[in-house]
């Protein structure tokens, strides 16, 4: 069974910046697709970004588009997401999640494309 970790979250303040890592237990070339999703209290889960493993090609939310990075490791068996200019609304629980087979094509996805989850990460933006 896959084990995804993330790690990295906080809390920071409007405009700020944080660092989010996911390591997997096995090398991140074994799946098509990786993507971080978040879920805010009250909110349903939507994804942020996605990369396409083997091509490093990337899809983002328009909510984060041009403020957050999604990038592969280069110990493969890790991805990080980057953000940047943070907002109050960009708070909420951030998850890892891992496609073997297939990726979304052209959207980050929606849960049930993913088959692999870690536990969470928490980020706070707040003043």
């Known amino acids: 069974q896959v084990e995804l970790v993330e790690s990295g979250g906080g809390s920071v303040q409007p405009g700020g910046s944080l660092g989010l890592s996911c390591r997997a237990s096995?090398?991140?070339?074994?799946?098509?697709?990786m993507g971080w999703f978040r879920q805010a209290p009250g909110k349903e889960r939507e994804g942020v970004a996605r990369?396409?493993?083997?091509?490093?090609?990337?899809v983002y939310a328009d909510s984060v588009k041009g403020r957050f990075a999604i990038s592969r490791g280069t110990a493969r068996n890790t991805v990080y997401l980057q953000m940047n200019s943070m907002k109050p609304e960009d708070t909420a629980m951030y998850y890892c999640a891992a496609a073997p087979q297939s990726c979304p094509v052209g959207v980050v996805g929606r849960s049930s494309d993913y088959a692999d989850w870690g536990q969470g990460t928490q980020v706070t933006v707040s003043s």
């Open positions: 096995v090398y991140t070339d074994n799946f098509a697709c």
């Open positions: 990369i396409t493993m083997r091509s490093g090609s990337a």
